[in-house]
């Protein structure tokens, strides 16, 4: 019984944003990018935007953020947290559409369980 109420609840959830014109954006493989927890901004192909606000703080350079299930790897450069920031360089070319979900490998993500 725990098991299937287990399977039940959705984990915690992080979502890229909005993108300029609603168009997706290409990453290039070895260019950098910000990442930013304003999830008001629109995001191009420089600065992309993260629902996650505590982003910058939980995670350190080294670090890796995969979007679209695993289809764009980006590797964490430097974090502000002042900011909101994090900077980082993509490591393959792929197109990014909007609120594509994101993974956050080895963190532990302080976000509650959805219902």
Do not use: H, W
């Not at 944003?17 to 930013?36: A, H, M, Y």
């Not at 080294?62 to 980082?88: K, M």
Request: aromatic share 6%.
């Amino acid at each position: 019984m725990v098991d299937s109420l287990m399977r039940s609840f959705k984990g915690p959830e992080i979502r890229t944003g909005f993108l300029k014109d609603g168009k997706p954006v290409q990453l290039k493989k070895g260019e950098e990018i910000t990442v930013s927890t304003d999830y008001d901004l629109k995001g191009d192909g420089k600065t992309i935007t993260m629902s996650y606000k505590k982003l910058p703080v939980d995670l350190k350079p080294g670090n890796f953020i995969l979007y679209a299930v695993g289809t764009i790897t980006l590797t964490v450069l430097s974090c502000d947290q002042a900011a909101g920031t994090v900077r980082c360089c993509c490591e393959n070319t792929a197109m990014l559409g909007e609120r594509k979900n994101v993974n956050l490998l080895g963190i532990v993500v302080d976000l509650p369980l959805i219902y």
